[in-house]
């Protein structure tokens, strides 16, 4: 891979930089703390851009967050590093800036274990894991570059972790197409570990897209909890809309009337609005709250 060369240092107009294709999201709450320290403490480090030869454009390696922050805050302009540099260098430099000194959680640490791979491999490829007629070679080559080492012992330096730590993240990024990451990206409640060692595991692809939608809608709590549904007959993972709407009825009919009324009352204004959005309703679907809700809402609406 042919190293970096630092042309210059200077600042820069936001808007003069591509941004597009991120590995990671922007997130509004690290944006909110960076602001914060930015006004407080100033920007701590340069942002990283290439320069890209054929059109002479810069495009953003490092600093998502930073130029959010700057954008929060009013600025047009910000201090920046700029390099030429190769695809494979730009790519590991954002993959590590993220690994460095970014909270990510399980699924982004495997979504970037995962393409830090490809791009190490790629960009080293005497680091590859060999196998038959190499590997017989690779032993007898006393000029094996030894100065490169592995992509799970980098990766275990970089992060301060172990190599089976790398591996477990390694093979459930591996497994997870960007479809199955987006689903992932927007459960409700974060992905664990474990869930992406059951995903990394199954032999079933339908499997793999069962969990990633149920985990992605909220439907089911856990991988497991999946797997286990799809095995026993009959059952199915439940739609998270009708399991709420089913303990709102169960609330509802325990509740004595006076705390019904009371909270018809606190929610009158929305409950007119969702009984408007549904008219004309017929006698026979009025639902067990429906029909507490309307005698109520039309005293007050009265």
């Known amino acids: 891979m042919r190293p970096p060369r630092l042309i210059e240092v200077k600042e820069i107009p936001l808007d003069e930089i591509d941004t597009s294709n991120r590995l990671r999201p922007v997130s509004e709450t690290a944006v909110k703390s960076l602001t914060h320290s930015i ?3 100033g920007l701590q480090s340069e942002i ?3 320069k890209i030869k054929k059109t002479g454009k810069l495009r953003l390696i490092a600093g ?11 600025r047009a302009e910000i201090p920046a590093k700029i390099w030429d540099c ?3 260098w730009a790519d590991l430099a954002e993959i590590d800036d993220n690994l460095a000194h970014a909270e990510l959680d399980p699924l982004e640490l495997c ?5 830090r791979k490809e791009v190490y491999e790629r960009a080293f490829p005497e680091t590859k894991a060999a196998t038959g007629a190499d590997l017989v070679a690779k ?4 000029t094996d570059n030894v100065s490169v080492v592995s992509f799970a012992a980098a990766s275990a330096s970089k992060m301060g972790v172990t190599e089976r730590t790398v591996f477990r993240l390694l093979a459930a990024g591996q497994a997870l ?14 992905v664990s570990l474990s869930d992406l060692q059951e995903i990394a595991k199954c032999g079933s692809t339908t ?12 439907s089911a709590k856990s991988a497991k909890e999946v797997l286990a549904r799809k095995k026993a007959p009959g059952t199915a993972v439940k739609d998270p809309v009708e399991a709420a709407r089913s303990k709102l009825n169960d609330a509802f009919a325990r509740a004595p009337k006076e705390a019904r009324r009371r909270f018809v009352d606190d929610h009158r204004d929305e409950l007119l609005e969702l009984l408007g959005e549904n008219a004309p309703v017929q006698s026979d679907d009025v639902s067990e709250i429906d029909a507490e809700i309307v005698p109520f809402t039309s005293k007050r609406a009265g």
């Open 39 to 41: 006004e407080t403490l």
């Open 64 to 74: 998502g967050h930073r130029m959010a922050a700057f954008r929060a805050l009013g």
């Open 139 to 142: 032993r007898w080559d006393t």
């Open 86 to 88: 190769t695809d494979d």
């Open 48 to 50: 990283q851009v290439r």
């Open 207 to 218: 499997d793999r897209y069962d969990i990633c939608r149920a985990l992605g809608d909220g």
């Open 177 to 190: 197409g960007p479809r199955e990451i987006l689903e992932l990206r927007d459960a409700p409640k974060k």
């Open 111 to 115: 979504v970037f274990l995962a393409r």
